[in-house]
């Protein structure tokens, strides 16, 4: 696994868990948003539990490959589903970076994962990192 693929993976987890902290606490820059975007306050903790979820997968993922892409695709969707919302009540400007930011760093974490995988060469063992040439 490259130095890259795990700064990346381990800043995105940082980032993902500190997202899910906030909605945990119902941080009121987050409560607010949240409102405009037409998101219940009620569905917070489940947010961030999903947001936990992807930050522990990400991480266990350093370890156990296919966990991470896992975790990576499911942390794509979710903010694939942000963007949507955000775009549905046209919440633009910097409303929407946030969600924008977070989805490209979960494709770049995704990409990394994956190019680290080399499931595009070579046949290779995707539980054991074991690459028959």
Partial sequence: MSTVTIVVTVLFALYMA???AADFARYKQVSLVMAKAGVPESWMPLLGVLKAAGALGLLVGLGVPLIGI???IGVVVYFV???VTHVRVRLYGVWIVYPVF???LALAT???GLADLDVFG???DLILRACVS
């Fill in 70 to 72: 896992a975790a990576a």
């Fill in 81 to 83: 589903g942000a963007i």
């Fill in 122 to 124: 070579r046949n290779c």
């Fill in 110 to 112: 995704l990409g990394l």
């Fill in 102 to 104: 977070a989805f490209l």
């Fill in 18 to 20: 500190a997202s899910a």
